[in-house]
C-alpha cells in the first residue's frame, strides 16, 4: 500500500510517498481502507518535531490522527462493528490507503467519507475545551481563531448549549461566523476593543497561537477562565494549554448525536490527493482556514 512518511523532522518537503505493508488490526482495534483522511495542525506540529512528549515518534514515522473508510479488518475482542461498515475515528498512521483506528463510531447516513475525516479529533477538542474552560449557559465566550475546524466546532457545539460566543477571524471569515451563530469581529488592531463592545467575556478559548494571551486574560479578569490549544507558552501566564485527548468514543457518539439532529456541521474547505500531502500541510500552518481540510485517498 502507499503512505505518507518522514524520516527526518523539518519542513513539509520531508513527507515522502513510499510503499508500506498494510497495518494488522490488533486486539481492540478496526482496519479501514482510507478513504478520506483529516489534516490537523497536530500532524505538521509533529513532523516539525514540537509535540513529542504528547506524541512520542520513533523514526520513520507515518501521519496522520484522523479518518473515514470502510471496515477491512476486525481484531480480537471487536463487537458492535463488521467488515464493509462505513465508520470514522481516530487512530495511527492515517494518510494511507490502509490504516488501524482505536476509536471509532459509524458514519451517519448522510455524510460523505470526505466530511466524515474531519470531524474526530476536531470535535474531540471541542468538547474538551469547552469542558475545560467551564463556560455555561447564558455565558459569554471568546473564541480567538474561530473559523478552523475546532472553532467551527466549538461554535455552533456552544450555541446549542446556550453558550454566546464571540469570534474572531480574518475579515473574509466574518460572514462564516456570523452564520454559526457568533458575534463576529476581525482580529486586528483594536480587537480588543471591539471585542469588548459586543459584550462582557465570561471565558476564553485561543485556538490560533497568535501571541493574545494577555489579551484574552485582560478581558476575562482571570487566566484560569481561558485555555489555549496553541499558544505553548500559555502556562508561563498562568493559562491552561490543553493538549492530552480525553475519551475519544466518546466524543465520536456526541458528533454523531449532533450531525444527526442537524446541530453541527464543518466544511471541508479543500481536499488533497494523497501525494499532495506537503501543501496540505502548508496551508494548514498558513491558518485563515474556515472548516477543515482532508486527503482524499
Same mark, same amino acid.
Given at each position: ?44 506540529? /509533529? ?24 471496515? $477491512? ?22 494518510? =494511507? ?14 455524510? =460523505? ?30 473564541? #480567538?481563531?474561530? @473559523?478552523?475546524?475546532?472553532? @467551527? ?9 446556550? *453558550? ?14 456570523? @452564520? ?25 478559548? $485561543? ?21 489555549? *490549544? ?11 494549554? #490543553?493538549?492530552?485527548?480525553? @475519551?475519544?468514543? $466518546?466524543?465520536? =457518539?456526541?458528533?454523531? $448525536?449532533?450531525?444527526? !439532529?442537524?446541530?453541527?456541521? /464543518?466544511?471541508?474547505?479543500? #481536499? ?7 501543501? =496540505? ?10 472548516? !477543515? !481540510?482532508?486527503?482524499?485517498?
Amino acid at each position: 500500500m502507499r503512505k505518507i512518511s518522514f524520516a527526518e523532522f523539518g519542513g513539509p518537503e520531508v513527507l515522502q510517498l513510499v510503499e508500506a505493508e498494510k497495518p494488522h488490526a490488533g486486539p481492540g482495534r478496526i482496519r479501514i481502507a482510507v478513504r478520506a483522511a483529516g489534516v490537523n495542525p497536530v500532524d505538521w506540529r /509533529i513532523r516539525e518535531g514540537q509535540v513529542l512528549g504528547a506524541h512520542p515518534v520513533e523514526l520513520p514515522a507515518g501521519v496522520g490522527l484522523d479518518a473515514a473508510g470502510v471496515v $477491512d479488518q476486525v481484531g480480537e475482542g471487536v463487537e458492535g462493528v463488521e467488515v464493509g461498515d462505513r465508520v470514522f475515528g481516530e487512530g495511527t498512521d492515517t494518510y =494511507a490507503e490502509f490504516a488501524v483506528l482505536s476509536a471509532w463510531a459509524r458514519m451517519p447516513g448522510a455524510l =460523505a467519507f470526505e466530511e466524515a475525516a474531519g470531524y474526530p479529533s476536531v470535535v474531540e477538542t471541542a468538547l474538551r475545551i469547552l469542558r475545560e474552560v467551564g463556560a455555561r449557559p447564558g455565558q459569554t465566550l471568546l473564541v #480567538s481563531g474561530a @473559523s478552523g475546524g475546532v472553532g @467551527s466546532a466549538v461554535l455552533q457545539i456552544a450555541r446549542a448549549r446556550g *453558550i454566546t460566543v464571540i469570534g474572531t477571524a480574518g475579515a473574509a471569515n466574518q460572514d462564516y461566523l456570523r @452564520s454559526l451563530g457568533a458575534l463576529a469581529t476581525t482580529y486586528h488592531e483594536g480587537w480588543v476593543e471591539r471585542v469588548r463592545s459586543l459584550g462582557r467575556v465570561d471565558a476564553a478559548l $485561543d485556538l490560533a497561537g497568535s501571541g493574545v494571551i494577555r489579551e484574552l486574560v485582560e478581558l476575562t479578569g482571570d487566566p484560569r477562565k481561558v485555555v489555549s *490549544i496553541a499558544d505553548l507558552d500559555a502556562p508561563r501566564l498562568g493559562v491552561r494549554f #490543553s493538549g492530552v485527548a480525553g @475519551s475519544v468514543p $466518546d466524543a465520536l =457518539a456526541e458528533a454523531v $448525536d449532533l450531525i444527526t !439532529r442537524g446541530e453541527l456541521h /464543518i466544511p471541508v474547505e479543500k #481536499s488533497y490527493a494523497l501525494t499532495e500531502a506537503a501543501a =496540505a500541510h502548508t496551508d494548514s500552518r498558513a491558518g485563515h482556514s474556515r472548516g !477543515r !481540510r482532508v486527503l482524499v485517498v
